[in-house]
């Protein structure tokens, strides 16, 4: 069965700090990959998706980027972190072909002081 | 208009009672549809597709009216376990996948 891991749960990072979240997938080849950020109390913002290697979508002008190294890897990044950064992220992977339901990691906590 | 709107909540009931969750969508060429539920500080984890047809899952009820661009979900019998917040998601096209606000659901002793 296809299993998504995503780490690390929480992080507490300072303004100004470089950023790397890291997610992987298994059971499962050439999956589509997204990062969500959910500010508190809010609904799921789609930061970037990507359908194969190196192959990467933004839906928001932001402080972010990401990489996709591998089919089943998928990292966030940043170079500088705002406060504005805070928030819950999340990797989820959907099959390829006619849509699918994505499946979702269990984020990672992210507080930037 | 937002692209996915669902009811406001928080929806408070008492356990056993049956609850209706309402969702719209404004893209008419919008292609799946999923409810997920998601619990506080959790990931949303999908509960069910939404089929043309209908579809039944146990307690939980999906059904699909493409003419009203409107999806709900039916959950009888209502459980301590089923409080959270459930998500309604649409698929437009390709990985654009749209997410709900959300309604939470209190199901109370």
């Known amino acids: 069965s296809q299993t998504i891991h995503q780490w690390p749960a929480t992080l507490v990072q300072p303004v100004g700090s470089p950023l790397s979240l890291e997610c992987t997938v298994e059971?499962?080849?050439?999956?589509?990959l997204y990062w969500y950020r959910q500010a508190a109390g809010r609904g799921l913002q789609l930061l970037f998706y990507s359908v194969g290697i190196g192959q990467i979508s933004s839906e928001v002008p932001q402080n972010l980027s990401a990489s996709r190294p591998q089919d089943r890897q998928f990292i966030l990044s940043s170079k500088k972190l705002l406060l504005s950064d805070s928030g819950f992220y999340l990797c989820?992977?959907?099959?390829?072909?006619?849509?699918?339901?994505?499946?979702f990691g269990d984020g990672t906590r992210l507080s930037i002081l | 208009r937002k692209e996915v709107e669902q009811d406001p909540g928080p929806f408070n009931v008492p356990e056993g009672a049956t609850v209706a969750f309402n969702c719209t969508y404004s893209?008419?060429?919008?292609?799946?549809f999923f409810w997920y539920r998601q619990d506080c500080r959790k990931e949303p984890k999908l509960l069910m597709s939404?089929?043309?047809s209908g579809n039944e899952d146990g307690r939980f009820t999906a059904q699909l009216n493409r003419a009203s661009q409107y999806i709900s979900l039916l959950i009888r019998d209502s459980k301590l376990s089923d409080s959270a917040t459930y998500l309604c998601?649409?698929?437009?096209?390709?990985?654009?996948?749209?997410f709900g606000p959300g309604t939470r659901l209190s199901v109370l002793p």
């Open positions: 939404v089929y043309s």
């Open positions: 893209n008419s060429a919008s292609q799946s």
């Open positions: 059971g499962t080849s050439n999956p589509n």
């Open positions: 989820a992977w959907s099959g390829d072909g006619p849509p699918q339901p994505q499946h």
């Open positions: 998601v649409v698929n437009d096209y390709g990985q654009n996948f749209v």
